[in-house]
């Protein structure tokens, strides 16, 4: 059975950092895509980051250079480093296996169960 | 970026009605295209890949089609359980993008 579950979240000051943690049982991290899609409270989805199997990384620009996403594979768990963190950016943070393959994202199937960050001073 | 634009963004519908949900792409993006269902407190579930492809296990009322610019997600027959809100994804670009999402209410 598949399982996605992250950690790290809560809440921390404008300007703080957190590191989210997704530790993934029933897929092995390095050989597929690992993506983190955030949910600000009642709006929609919108995607963060992926790692492919290569460990080559794409990001959006609302997070480049402050968002880092990576992995550690003898613990076959995918992280999201975020420094410099703004209001803007509390969300429920999910991280989800991408389908993709070779330098091709795609979608998602399977999600954790999300973990949320609060940005407030 | 790939602007995805969801209509409607909400749809309240009868046990059995048939409904559809369009999702346009700001740039064609072949069929580069997902649809999620998403109910509250709870991680998105894919219904639909590359347009048109049911996912496992996902009941086939659910249907999707399009090509380009414009796909939809049709439900043939609403059930009970279809409540919730639905979004498109595009992958044929980075920033992968979502629609803004149409919630469906069951009447």
């Known amino acids: 059975e598949v399982q996605l579950v992250e950690s790290g979240g809560g809440m921390v000051q404008p300007g703080g950092s957190l590191r989210l943690s997704c530790e993934v049982s029933?897929?092995?991290?390095?050989?597929?895509?690992m993506t983190w899609v955030r949910q600000a409270p009642g709006k929609g989805l919108e995607w963060v980051s992926v790692i492919n199997s290569a460990g080559r990384t794409w990001s959006a620009d609302s997070v480049k250079d402050r968002f880092t996403i990576s992995r550690d594979n003898s613990k076959n768990t995918v992280y999201l480093q975020m420094n410099n963190l703004r209001d803007e950016d509390t969300a429920v943070y999910y991280c989800a296996r991408d389908m993709g393959w070779g330098s091709t994202a795609s979608w998602c199937d399977y999600w954790g169960q999300g973990t949320l960050v609060t940005v407030s001073s | 970026d790939t602007q995805m634009t969801q209509s409607p963004s909400f749809v309240s519908a009868s046990v059995g009605d048939r409904v559809t949900i369009t999702c346009r792409a700001s740039?064609?993006?072949?069929?580069?295209l997902a649809w999620y269902q998403q109910k509250p407190g709870k991680a998105p579930k894919l219904l639909i890949y590359a347009a048109s492809t049911l996912q496992s296990g996902v009941p086939s009322r659910f249907s999707g089609s399009g090509f380009g610019t414009d796909f939809t997600l049709t439900i043939s027959s609403l059930k009970p359980e279809d409540f919730g809100n639905y979004y498109c994804q595009q992958a044929k670009y980075f920033p992968l993008t979502f629609g803004g999402g149409t919630k469906v209410e069951i009447k």
């Open positions: 740039q064609g993006i072949s069929n580069w």
């Open positions: 029933g897929l092995t991290v390095s050989d597929i895509y």
